[in-house]
């Protein structure tokens, strides 16, 4: 393969891993092999200094994948009166789900932590980068092993989805699987009539 095609392979891949794929083919498994190259991605991605702000909960139980789908109605497609569907890339074979964690026995790095503590005292701004960081290294790994991803953030029924986890401060969740041949990316995964919107982002890029 050429430098060019190789560039050019990478560059579609990236594209695809930008997309929230809404439905997928339940009918095929994830192998383990696979499951344990994206937990590498997850805890060898970078983060503010090499410390921890995160766990990674690999869920592919469909009971507990299906409770947090339902909790996930949040996509308003009317205001008045209002109506909502829910978001169906959590429905995948494999939903991550990113939650707050800290590292007890590492040493102060900054006054806050210092006068806090590293748990109290870490700032939200390395959190949020931190497992953004770690959302995207899953979601291009993924992708380039031929599965497909969505992403969604859990603000809505946050305190359900912890509840169904038994664990607090859930952050992010990414779905990873199989997707349907000659099926929208965007057709919802439950109301095969409903199409989800999409939009188009023009980032400015300059050299200097």
Not at 101 to 115: F, G, I, P, V, W
Not at 194 to 200: A, C, G, L, R, V
């Amino acid at each position: 393969m050429s430098d060019s095609s190789r560039n050019v392979q990478l560059e579609k891949i990236i594209k695809q891993s930008s997309w929230c794929q809404r439905n997928w083919n339940l009918s095929k498994s994830i192998s383990e092999r696979d499951i344990q190259t994206l937990k590498y991605a997850v805890t060898h991605c970078p983060s503010k200094q090499n410390r921890v702000f995160y766990k990674a909960l690999f869920i592919q139980d469909r009971n507990i994948i299906q409770a947090i789908h339902d909790s996930s109605d949040s996509f308003t497609i009317r205001w008045d009166p209002h109506e909502a569907v829910t978001n169906t890339q959590t429905l995948a074979n494999l939903l991550v789900v990113f939650v707050r964690d800290r590292d007890e026995n590492t040493l102060a790095r900054t006054e806050k932590e210092y006068e806090k503590g590293v748990i109290d005292g870490k700032t939200k701004t390395d959190e949020d980068r931190s497992v953004g960081i770690a959302g995207a290294y899953l979601a291009f790994a993924a992708n380039m092993l031929g599965y497909r991803t969505g992403f969604y953030n859990i603000l809505h029924n946050k305190k359900r989805v912890e509840s169904i986890l038994n664990t607090p401060d859930v952050l992010l969740s990414v779905g990873v699987g199989f997707h349907n041949e000659d099926v929208n990316i965007r057709q919802s995964h439950v109301w095969p009539e409903f199409t989800y919107p999409s939009f188009e982002k023009n980032i400015q890029v300059e050299d200097m």
